[in-house]
């Protein structure tokens, strides 16, 4: 029997993201290619008889300590109890689905410490993004986030995430949206050689929020063109309903040495470099 264990929570990405329609519930219906990041949260869970929570790192006073919170949300689904410390370092409500991305770790770990399947819950009633952070693996995501295919062969991507402090309502910036049956990616992605291909084809894609979240909070904008100047940046957008936005670069290097550069810049934001793509084995749960 598992008594502890350290789950890490991978940020995670919209690399594209078209909103194609709109349900009759209001939920709208969206075709995205999501990767996810080395830049994330950690959950440590112990066996306990009571559930706990403590929330700890440098974002721990955005997030909810109680029973809001979504890690405990989802720990309730598991029985008997543990103990939980979030360590929080992603930016609350800012488009990389770091709620999402505790809440499926706590999924995998109390999985794995309890032996309790649970089939048939319904992880996207609790969070859109949870059902494609549960594996942290490249897919597409389409429907309401419920239809996820993985994606393979995806090259791995070196970026700088940035986020301007602001948050940013997700329900507001849909409600926003001018247009809610744009076109979706091709049935058929294509294959990539290299980080440049993909680039290229990244750049004839879109993230249909983008404008939206722009005229709501126009630090975005100035977030995205910040990185887009810096030298080596291939492409810059932003991810989910934002506000962090994402800049590629050709080499880890390249990436940390941008990152240090628009922190200095701008020392307010939150600004990290790191590498994208499947976080399947990052994401899975250590034995203490
Ligand atoms: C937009 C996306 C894209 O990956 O990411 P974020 O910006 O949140 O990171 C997600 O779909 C968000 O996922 P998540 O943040 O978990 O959303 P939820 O809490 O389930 O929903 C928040 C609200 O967003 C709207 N919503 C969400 C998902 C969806 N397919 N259609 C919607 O209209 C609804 O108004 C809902 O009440
Ligand atoms: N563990 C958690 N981490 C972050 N936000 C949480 C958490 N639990 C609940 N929330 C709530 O979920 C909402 C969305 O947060 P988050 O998942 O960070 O957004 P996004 O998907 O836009 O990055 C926030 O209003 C926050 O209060």
Redesign the pocket.
């Known amino acids: 029997m598992v008594t502890g264990l350290r789950v890490f929570a991978p940020a995670?990405i919209?690399l594209t993201?078209n909103v194609t329609g709109q349900r009759d519930d209001?939920?709208?219906l969206?075709d995205?290619l999501?990767v996810f990041a080395d830049v994330g949260d950690v959950v440590h869970l112990r066996a306990a008889d009571a559930w706990s929570l403590q929330v700890d790192g440098p974002e721990a006073a955005s997030v909810p300590a109680g029973d809001d919170n979504l890690v405990l949300r989802v720990a309730r689904l598991f029985a008997p109890g543990a103990a939980l410390t979030l360590t929080k370092e992603l930016p609350v409500a800012s488009?990389?689905?770091g709620?999402?991305a505790d809440a499926a770790a706590v999924w995998r770990g109390l999985g794995v410490m309890t032996g309790q399947g649970r089939d048939g819950v319904d992880l996207l009633a609790l969070?859109?993004?949870?059902p494609v952070c549960v594996s942290s693996q490249a897919a597409r995501?389409q429907g309401?986030?419920d239809v996820i295919t993985p994606v393979g062969g995806l090259p791995d991507l070196h970026v700088v995430l940035a986020n301007p402090r602001v948050a940013v309502s997700?329900?507001h910036i849909?409600r926003t949206l001018a247009h809610k049956d744009n076109a979706p990616m091709p049935a058929i992605l294509p294959t990539f050689t290299d980080a440049a291909d993909l680039c290229a084809w990244l750049a004839t894609q879109r993230n249909d929020?983008q404008a939206a979240a722009e005229s709501i909070a126009p630090q975005i904008a100035l977030t995205r063109q910040a990185m887009a100047a810096l030298p080596g940046c291939m492409l810059a957008r932003m991810?989910?309903?934002?506000a962090t936005c994402f800049g590629v670069f050709k080499s880890a290097t390249a990436a940390t040495q941008a990152a240090q550069r628009l922190a200095h810049a701008q020392p307010g934001w939150w600004v990290r470099a790191g590498r994208l793509g499947s976080m399947q084995d990052a994401a899975r749960p250590q034995a203490l």
């Open positions: 995670k919209n993201l209001g939920y709208h969206l995205s999501v488009g990389i689905g709620g999402s969070g859109a993004d949870i995501m309401v986030g997700t329900p849909f929020l991810s989910g309903s934002g």
